[in-house]
């Protein structure tokens, strides 16, 4: 098979295969004070709002404890059993840059061991 003629399977890491999102909804709501708006990035107080996110993302194992979304999980079966190369794309935080590490672990322990173990 050629590369032209190779499928090819491209799965975003965040949202996708891990639960980002819940993570930090359930982070941000565990330090919210009393009065604190909702999230929004657009409201008057993103910006501390986005502070508080990285700092969120910038705790050791935060990245690597990401739960599996399992919906993305049943698409990539899918997609293995139909013989695609996977590719898994995501994006490393400029401020965080121990996610970059965290992620391929989490790759690694989610995807990785799990191919090699369950075929």
Known sequence: M???DENIGLFDLDDTLADYSGAI???LASIAGPNDPS???WGENAQFIHRRIRLIRNQPGW???LEVL???FDVLK???ELEFTIHILTKGP???TPSWTEK???VMKMIILDISQNG
Do not use: M, T
């Open 2 to 4: 050629s590369n032209l």
């Open 25 to 27: 909804g359930r982070d």
């Open 39 to 41: 999230y929004s990035p």
């Open 63 to 65: 990245w690597r404890s």
């Open 70 to 72: 399992q919906a993305g």
């Open 78 to 80: 899918v997609a293995r």
């Open 94 to 96: 400029i401020f965080a």
């Open 104 to 106: 391929v672990e989490w």
